[in-house]
C-alpha cells in the first residue's frame, strides 16, 4: 500500500515570507531589459525562490510544491509565480516583446534600454556582388519580393545562451542604397567582450556574416559578399534550421558544429567607453577595399575619382585625396608607389585577365559586366577612364599599357618618371635616348619615348626631354618634402614623398652620373628658385639649357630670348653678360653664340674620334647628348637671325675641317660686330687676324675678297664700305618698326640684339685717324643717295624739346651745338630753315618752327578736348613727356622778347591760322 506525502502547510510567518519573494521575484522579471545586471538580479531572486522550496522538500525541487506554496501565500493560479512563469514573463519582456516589434527602429530602442550602445552610420555594409543579393541553399534564388524575418532579435536572444547580454553589445546599423532589391539595412553586432561581430539583415536572401576579429565599421562598408567570404576569419552562416545556434557556436569556438568544449567567458567590457577610444582609430586600407568605392562612384559619376572630389561620400570622414597619399606613400597597411587612377587601371586589368579566362579572349566595351562585379559593365568601366581629367585614356589602351594587348599606348610624364625611378634603382643613372629598351615596358624604347616627350607624340604635350622631365619631377617631390618637414631635401634625407623606395641619395647620384647633363640636387633647386645661392655656371651648363630650347623654338637662343624657362630666374641676356666679362666661373670675352659654337665643335671632336671622321647634318646625335641630332644644330644654326651659319661652317671655322669657307657680307658682317663689341672701334684693313673666324684677316682676305668679289662675294666693296651699308640696313629695318631712324640714345639693333647704336656710334668716332665718321653722318648720307632728307622739320622739334627739357628754356640761334646729335648746330639748322637746304621747303627759322610746332600740338588738343591748352594741362599730344608747363616757361624765360603760350595762341590761332611773319626768337 502506497504511502501518500503529508502536504507541508506554511506558518503565517513562512507566507509572508514568500510572499515577498515571488513580489521580489516578479518586479525583477518585469524590470528586465536584457542586461547582465538585471539578468543577475532576477536570478538571484528566483534562486531564493528555489531554495525557500528545497528546504522545505529536503533540497528537492518540486514544482507543484511550489505552485502550492504560492497559493498558501495568497497569489491566485495562473499569476506569475513560480520560477519557471517568472522566467517565462522576463523572457518575454524583452526577447518576446523583440521578436513582434516590425520596425527596426522600435527594436533598437529595447536594445538601447537594455544597455547596447547604438550606432547609426552613415554606411552602407556589405556591398551586393549585383543587382541582386546572394547566398546559400534557398538564397542563391533571385530575391525580386521582400520578405522581413527577425533574425537580430533572434541573435540577441540565443547570445544570452552563452552568456551575452544586451549590455554587452554595440549594434551599428548602416543604411541601404536607393533603388536596390535590398531595402532593410545589414546591423553589424560587435561584442567587445569577445572582440568578434556579426554582420546580419533582417531581409530574407541575405547572408549573415560572423568576424573572427573586429573589423573596422569602414571594412564591412568597402567589401563585398564574395570578398567577405574570401576574408581570413569571415564565416557565412545561411539562414537555415538552427541558425542562431550555428552562429553562437561560431562565436564560441569558430565552427558552426556542435563541440563539447568549454568556454570560458572573457571579462565584462563596458561598451560605451569601449566605443569612446574606437572612434579615434584610423581603419587600415586594402586596395580591394579603395577600388569598391572607386567602382560605387564610378557608378554615380560616370567618371573614375580623383582627389578633386574631396571626400569619399560611400565612406564618410575618409578623403580621395588621403587614400591617393596613403597608395602613393604606403601608408595604413598600403604597399606605396601607387595612385587613385592607376589601382583603378590594375583592378580593371585584372578583371580583364579573368575575363579571358572564361571567355577565351580580352573584353570590349560592349561586353557585359566584371567577372567579379556584376553590376559595373565593360562600357561603364571604359566610359569612366574616357572622362578621366588630366589621365583621359580607354579600357582599350589601359590594356595595352598591361601588356595584354597589342598596339601603341599613350604615355604620360608621370609613368615615364615611374619607369626611370625603376631604372635608376637597378643601373643607379638616369636612362637616356641611347639606354635601349624599358625593361619595365616590354615592347617600348627609351629612345622612342624621348622622341614623343619632344615632338608630343602619345599624348604628350612636346616640347620636353628627359633631363627636363626628370629635374622637373623632382623639383615637385623636393616642395612636396618642404611642406612636410619645413626645409629642402639633402641627399642625406630618407625617401621622396610620393615614392617611399627611392631616397634623394639615388636621385643625386644618378644626376651625377648623367652623361652630358651632369649636376647636383642643390644645383637643381638653386636652379628651379627654391634655394638661395648663386648659382655658378659653366659653358657645359648653358649648352645644356641652349639645347633644351633648340629643342623646343628649332633655333638657338640669343640675348632677346627672355627668360631661360628650363632654369627660373635666370635670363639669356644675364648669361651673355657672364660669359663677356668672366664672371660667374665663366671664362671672359666669350658670348653666348661664341660659346654655343664652341660645344658643338668639342662634341664634333668626340664624334670624330669615335667615328673616325667629322658629322653631317645626316648623322644621329651628339655624343654627349642622344636626344640631340646633328640635323637640328645644323637647322639651328641657320635659324639664328644675325649670326646665321651653317655646321659645316662652324667646322671650318674651327679648322676641324679642310676648304675654303665661302664668304657672305652677313658674316664679314657679324664678326665686325664681334670685333666691335670686344675693342668698341670697328676692325681696319690693318686690324690682324680675324679673332673669331680662324686662318682670316682683315685686310688680306676680307677686304681683298669684298674689293674683288671672291669667295662667293659680289666684288666693288671694301670693309668700310660694307660696315656702313650693312648699319645702313639695320636703320631702315629700325625705321620701318619705330617710324624714325635711330639715334645712339636707342637700344640694340633689329637684328643684332647685343650690339646697341651706341656701340655702332662709338665705333665709328673710334676711327679718328682714318677720318671715320659718326652714326648720323652714315645716316645722312644713305638719305641724299636715296634722295630723302637726312634733316626734317619733325626731327630738329624733337630735339628743341630735348633741349627745352635740359635748360628750360627755348634754344636760340646762338645756342651753340646740337648737344643731342653730334656735328651739328642750332645756327646752321636756323639757316638750312630760312634757305630750304638738304631738302627743306625754307621760308621759316628756328622761331617759327618751334611756334608752328606748339601751335600743331595745341590744335590736336582742340580735336580732344573741345578747348585750347593752357599751362595747367598736362602733356602734349605727340610728346608725353613734355607739358604745356614747361612750354609756357620756355617761351617767358626768353628775355628781353619774352611771351607765354596763351598769348601765342591766342595770336596764332583767332583766324585758324599761323602768323606768316617770322616771330621773334622764343
Known amino acids: 500500500m502506497t504511502k501518500t506525502k503529508t502536504k507541508y502547510i506554511l506558518s503565517d510567518t513562512e507566507k509572508t515570507e514568500y510572499h515577498g519573494l515571488v513580489s521580489g521575484a516578479f518586479e525583477a522579471a518585469s524590470g528586465f531589459t536584457g542586461s547582465e545586471a538585471t539578468y543577475e538580479d532576477l536570478m538571484n531572486k528566483l534562486i531564493l525562490m528555489e531554495a525557500f522550496v528545497r528546504a522545505r522538500n529536503g533540497d528537492g525541487y518540486d514544482e507543484k510544491l511550489e505552485a502550492d506554496f504560492a497559493k498558501q501565500a495568497g497569489f491566485l493560479a495562473g499569476q506569475f509565480n513560480t520560477v519557471s512563469n517568472l522566467m517565462d514573463h522576463a523572457v518575454d519582456v524583452v526577447y518576446g516583446m523583440m521578436g513582434r516589434l516590425k520596425e527596426l527602429k522600435e527594436l533598437l530602442n529595447v536594445l538601447a534600454l537594455g544597455g547596447a550602445h547604438i550606432d547609426q552610420s552613415n554606411l552602407v555594409y556589405v556591398l551586393n556582388d549585383g543587382s541582386y543579393p546572394s547566398g546559400e541553399g534557398e538564397e542563391k534564388r533571385e530575391i525580386t519580393e521582400f520578405h522581413q524575418q527577425p533574425r537580430l532579435s533572434a541573435l540577441v536572444k540565443e547570445l544570452s545562451t552563452i552568456g551575452i547580454y544586451i549590455d554587452d553589445l554595440v549594434i551599428r546599423v548602416g543604411k541601404v542604397f536607393e533603388h536596390t532589391i535590398r531595402r532593410l539595412p545589414y546591423v553589424v553586432v560587435e561584442i567587445p567582450r569577445l572582440g568578434k561581430q556579426v554582420a546580419v539583415c533582417d531581409q530574407y536572401g541575405e547572408t549573415t556574416f560572423v568576424s573572427q576579429n573586429i573589423l573596422h565599421p569602414h571594412v564591412w562598408a568597402s567589401y563585398t559578399k564574395s570578398q567577405l567570404k574570401a576574408m581570413d576569419g569571415v564565416q557565412d552562416v545561411a539562414y537555415r534550421a538552427n541558425w542562431p545556434f550555428r552562429v553562437c557556436n561560431l562565436l564560441e569556438h569558430g565552427t558552426d558544429e556542435m563541440t563539447p568544449q568549454q568556454f570560458q567567458q572573457p571579462p565584462k567590457v563596458n561598451v560605451h567607453n569601449y566605443e569612446r577610444k574606437r572612434v579615434q582609430e584610423s581603419p587600415n586600407l586594402t586596395e580591394d577595399m579603395i577600388f569598391n568605392h572607386e567602382l560605387l562612384y564610378l557608378k554615380k559619376h560616370n567618371r573614375w575619382p580623383t582627389i578633386a572630389p574631396k571626400e569619399v561620400d560611400t565612406l564618410p570622414k575618409e578623403q580621395w585625396g588621403r587614400w591617393n597619399d596613403c597608395l602613393s606613400k604606403g601608408r595604413r597597411t598600403l604597399s606605396g608607389g601607387n595612385s587613385l587612377f592607376q589601382l583603378a587601371k590594375n583592378k580593371v586589368a585584372e578583371q580583364a585577365k579573368r575575363f579571358r579566362e572564361k571567355a577565351g579572349r580580352l573584353p570590349?566595351?560592349?561586353?557585359?559586366?566584371?567577372?567579379?562585379?556584376?553590376?559595373?559593365?565593360?562600357?561603364?568601366?571604359?566610359?569612366?577612364?574616357?572622362?578621366?581629367?588630366?589621365?583621359?585614356?580607354?579600357?582599350?589602351?589601359?590594356?595595352?599599357?598591361?601588356?595584354?594587348?597589342?598596339?601603341?599606348?599613350?604615355?604620360?610624364?608621370?609613368?615615364?618618371?615611374?619607369?626611370?625611378?625603376?631604372?635608376?634603382?637597378?643601373?643607379?643613372?638616369?636612362?637616356?635616348?641611347?639606354?635601349?629598351?624599358?625593361?619595365?615596358?616590354?615592347?617600348?624604347?627609351?629612345?622612342?619615348?624621348?622622341?614623343?616627350?619632344?615632338?608630343?607624340?602619345?599624348?604628350?604635350?612636346?616640347?620636353?626631354?628627359?633631363?627636363?622631365?626628370?629635374?622637373?619631377?623632382?623639383?615637385?617631390?623636393?616642395?612636396?618634402?618642404?611642406?612636410?618637414?619645413?626645409?629642402?631635401?639633402?641627399?642625406?634625407?630618407?625617401?621622396?614623398?610620393?615614392?617611399?623606395?627611392?631616397?634623394?641619395?639615388?636621385?643625386?647620384?644618378?644626376?651625377?652620373?648623367?652623361?652630358?647633363?651632369?649636376?647636383?640636387?642643390?644645383?637643381?633647386?638653386i636652379e628651379a628658385g627654391l634655394k638661395e645661392g648663386d648659382l655658378n655656371l659653366s659653358e657645359d651648363l648653358i649648352y645644356s639649357h641652349a639645347l633644351l630650347f633648340l629643342k623646343k623654338h628649332k633655333r638657338w637662343p640669343s640675348v632677346i630670348s627672355g627668360n631661360v624657362v628650363t632654369m627660373p630666374g635666370e635670363k639669356w641676356m644675364n648669361w651673355q653678360a657672364a660669359l663677356q666679362a668672366g664672371v660667374r666661373g665663366l671664362p671672359k670675352?666669350?658670348?653666348?653664340?661664341?660659346?654655343l659654337k664652341g660645344k658643338t665643335v668639342e662634341q664634333a671632336k668626340k664624334f670624330e674620334e669615335r667615328a673616325g671622321r667629322l658629322p653631317t647634318r645626316e648623322d644621329e646625335s651628339l655624343p654627349d647628348y642622344p636626344d640631340v641630332t646633328w640635323e637640328m644644330i645644323d637647322d639651328g644654326f641657320l635659324a639664328n637671325q644675325g649670326y646665321r651659319t651653317t655646321l659645316e661652317k662652324v667646322l671650318i671655322e674651327a679648322g676641324l675641317k679642310e676648304g675654303e669657307l665661302n664668304l657672305s657680307e652677313n658674316l664679314i658682317f657679324d664678326h665686325a660686330l664681334l670685333y666691335l663689341q670686344k675693342h668698341r672701334r670697328w676692325p681696319k684693313q690693318?686690324?690682324?687676324?680675324?679673332?673669331?673666324?680662324?686662318?682670316?684677316?682683315?685686310?688680306?682676305?676680307?677686304?681683298?675678297?669684298?674689293?674683288?668679289?671672291?669667295?662667293?662675294?659680289?666684288?666693288?666693296?671694301?670693309?668700310?664700305?660694307?660696315?656702313?651699308?650693312?648699319?645702313?640696313?639695320?636703320?631702315?629695318?629700325?625705321?620701318?618698326?619705330?617710324?624714325?631712324?635711330?639715334?645712339?640714345?636707342?637700344?640694340?639693333?633689329?637684328?643684332?640684339?647685343?650690339?646697341?647704336?651706341?656701340?655702332?656710334?662709338?665705333?665709328?668716332?673710334?676711327?679718328?685717324?682714318?677720318?671715320?665718321?659718326?652714326?648720323?653722318?652714315?645716316?645722312?648720307?644713305?638719305?641724299?643717295?636715296?634722295?630723302?632728307?637726312?634733316?626734317?622739320?619733325?626731327?630738329?622739334?624733337?630735339?628743341?624739346?630735348?633741349?627745352?627739357?635740359?635748360?628750360?628754356?627755348?634754344?636760340?640761334?646762338?645756342?651753340?651745338?646740337?648737344?643731342?646729335?653730334?656735328g651739328e648746330k642750332w645756327r646752321v639748322w636756323d639757316g638750312r630753315l630760312r634757305n630750304g637746304l638738304l631738302g627743306l621747303p625754307g621760308g621759316s627759322s628756328l622761331p617759327l618752327l618751334i611756334k608752328d610746332k606748339v601751335v600743331e600740338q595745341a590744335k590736336k588738343f582742340e580735336e580732344g578736348r573741345g578747348r585750347l591748352p593752357t599751362r595747367e594741362d598736362g602733356p602734349l599730344p605727340n610728346y608725353p613727356n613734355v607739358t604745356w608747363a614747361m612750354a609756357d616757361d620756355g617761351y617767358l624765360s626768353n628775355t628781353p622778347h619774352n611771351t607765354s603760350i596763351s598769348a601765342l595762341l591766342a595770336e596764332n590761332l583767332k583766324n585758324g591760322s599761323s602768323s606768316p611773319e617770322t616771330p621773334k626768337e622764343p
Open 364 to 525: 570590349v566595351r560592349e561586353d557585359g559586366p566584371l567577372p567579379d562585379y556584376p553590376d559595373v559593365t565593360w562600357k561603364i568601366v571604359d566610359d569612366g577612364f574616357f572622362a578621366n581629367k588630366g589621365a583621359r585614356t580607354t579600357l582599350e589602351k589601359v590594356l595595352i599599357e598591361a601588356g595584354l594587348k597589342e598596339g601603341e599606348i599613350n604615355l604620360s610624364e608621370s609613368a615615364i618618371f615611374d619607369h626611370a625611378l625603376l631604372y635608376l634603382k637597378k643601373h643607379k643613372r638616369w636612362p637616356t635616348r641611347s639606354s635601349k629598351m624599358v625593361e619595365t615596358m616590354p615592347g617600348e624604347t627609351w629612345a622612342a619615348w624621348n622622341s614623343s616627350l619632344i615632338k608630343g607624340f602619345k599624348g604628350l604635350s612636346g616640347g620636353s626631354s628627359f633631363f627636363l622631365l626628370f629635374k622637373d619631377k623632382v623639383i615637385e617631390q623636393a616642395k612636396k618634402f618642404e611642406e612636410m618637414a619645413g626645409r629642402l631635401p639633402t641627399r642625406e634625407d630618407g625617401p621622396l614623398p610620393d615614392y617611399p623606395d627611392t631616397t634623394w641619395e639615388v636621385i643625386e647620384d644618378g644626376f651625377l652620373a648623367y652623361a652630358g647633363a651632369r649636376t647636383t640636387l642643390e644645383k637643381i633647386l
Open 589 to 595: 670675352d666669350s658670348s653666348l653664340f661664341q660659346s
Open 686 to 822: 690693318n686690324s690682324g687676324d680675324v679673332e673669331t673666324l680662324k686662318g682670316e684677316r682683315w685686310g688680306a682676305s676680307l677686304n681683298n675678297c669684298l674689293r674683288k668679289g671672291r669667295r662667293g662675294l659680289p666684288g666693288g666693296s671694301s670693309l668700310p664700305l660694307l660696315i656702313k651699308d650693312k648699319v645702313v640696313e639695320q636703320a631702315k629695318k629700325f625705321e620701318e618698326g619705330r617710324g624714325r631712324l635711330p639715334t645712339r640714345e636707342d637700344g640694340p639693333l633689329p637684328n643684332h640684339p647685343t650690339v646697341t647704336w651706341e656701340m655702332i656710334d662709338d665705333g665709328f668716332l673710334g676711327g679718328k685717324a682714318s677720318a671715320w665718321t659718326t652714326l648720323e653722318k652714315v645716316l645722312r648720307e644713305a638719305s641724299l643717295k636715296e634722295g630723302e632728307t637726312a634733316l626734317s622739320e619733325d626731327l630738329m622739334f624733337n630735339h628743341a624739346l630735348l633741349y627745352l627739357q635740359k635748360h628750360g628754356h627755348w634754344p636760340k640761334q646762338r645756342s651753340g651745338e646740337v648737344e643731342t646729335l653730334k
